[in-house]
């Protein structure tokens, strides 16, 4: 009996030259960036977002597969997020629904929010690279950051012996970092003796939110910092479970990325 | 015998004019006040800027000055611009040492600096506590510092943790626009005694140098509102005439 084809005549070499050429051809492009992300959490998905929804061109870099950082889930392995007032304005924006807890608490499903902020990125414009690790920064005259080394997260996990991989260097503009208390690129300036950070401070909500967004600023010459990388680097409380903070901290970074794109 | 002609006075910003009116009646020498303020000087300069913001104290144990960030010396220059009081505290000794470097490196002694910041000491405990004033080459004195820094009764601090503003209006901790101004003359006393005694400390509770650590002690010093007699003493030798 012939079976009716329900898909089309393809085979595996399209399938794999699909894949490798629309890969390269993406990759070879964003080779040069205006904007790196480093860490696809809730703020630099949302810098993210507003930088590529007003034209520019941005690379966000993830170690893992998934994208979305802490915010699939709220806190304590439960997947409800907080948002506190103002940030209900930005999950109106993004079609994200929620619930009012007590007055100036929102609270959402960590799925909904995650994918819905993932989903504004790629719609906005901005293209991944996932389960690529920050490896180092790249530095030019005066020590201004000028990109990012990275390298397959996989290889980074395999043992040293035999892993003699070399990592790569892509180039951008303006290079964020996003990478939650880690302060992944910024460690990467501390380690040269080119900035010192503060480590962040024990939790407490209602000040460390305000001043996250506030701290959120280029600390060195073509470097930003948004999300929970500000308290590490400016020494401020941590905020816990709660997501408004990071999610205005992105749109505060975006627009002070923006700002210095159009200086240089 | 030391002698002076002028207490040069420096603000960090404009001070209402009734103060200074007041302070003029009230302290026994009489009072240069340098124009223009120093947030003026201080807002042009980003070396400036960066002196002040290191001055910081962002934890309990920090025992140098901080490398500010670049949105510090910003955050610096708008609390200057708007006038508002930073949310910060600043350590009193590095404060002291950048003011002193803001005006001339020959300046008339004695000198004041008037602030609204709050700034802080590290005690003999081991930990920081703010002041209300700071005695030396330069002597600050905090105005946020006469409200915040004395000690409140057990009880205010009690019902400030349930309700701060019901704290607030429950407790007589608190300083009419008079006995505040009654209080900065008081610590310009201090600092004249500092400059002719090096100490500007009175251990008479009923004196207004003493060094009160608990409002219910200003409370008391400003009704008494007087020199103790042995006080009274030197000020007739120290400012005779004046």
Known sequence: MVRKKIFSSVGEKEVTRAITETFLKQFSSFSESEVIIVGAGPSGLMAGRDLAASGHKVLIIERNNYLGGGFWIGGYLMNKVTVRSPGEKIL????????????????A??????????????????????????????????????????????????????????????????????????ACVVRKLEARGLIKTRGFGAMWVEESEDAV?????????????????VSTVFGLPRMGPTF????????????VISRILKKR | MISIKYLNLWTEQKIAPDLVSYLEKKVPVPIRLARPELSRRIITRPDFLKQLAACRLINH??????????????????????????????EANWLANFYQSLVSPGLPRPAIVLTNRRIATFGDDGRYHLRYALY????????????QAPARSQKYYQLKLLDPLLAKKLSNDQLTKKEFYQTVANLFWQALFYYFTGNPFCENKNCLLYNFHWYRELKNILQKNKLCPNHQRLAKKFFAGK
């Open chain 2, 61 to 90: 144990q920090q025992s140098e000055p901080l490398n500010p960030y670049k949105i510090e010396l910003e955050q610096e220059k708008k609390f200057l611009q708007e006038n508002r009081l930073p949310p910060f505290v600043y």
């Open chain 1, 244 to 255: 408004g903070s990071m999610l205005l901290s992105g749109r505060r970074a975006a627009e």
């Open chain 2, 136 to 147: 030396g080459y330069v002597t600050i004195i905090s105005l946020s510092g006469i409200e």
């Open chain 1, 92 to 107: 109106k924006e993004l079609g994200v629904p929620y619930q009012e807890y007590v007055k100036g608490l929102l609270v």
């Open chain 1, 213 to 229: 967004v506030e701290y959120t600023s280029e600390v060195h010459p073509g470097l930003v910092v948004s999300g929970m990388a």
């Open chain 1, 109 to 182: 499903d960590g799925p909904h929010a995650c994918s819905k902020l993932i989903a504004a990125a790629c719609d906005a414009g901005v293209k991944f690279a996932n389960l690529s690790i920050f490896d180092d920064i790249i530095l030019r005259e005066n020590n201004r950051v000028a990109g990012v080394v990275i390298n397959w997260t996989p290889v980074s996990a395999m043992p040293r012996e035999i892993t003699c991989v070399d990592p790569i260097g892509l180039e951008a503009r303006v290079v964020l970092d996003a990478t939650g208390h880690d």
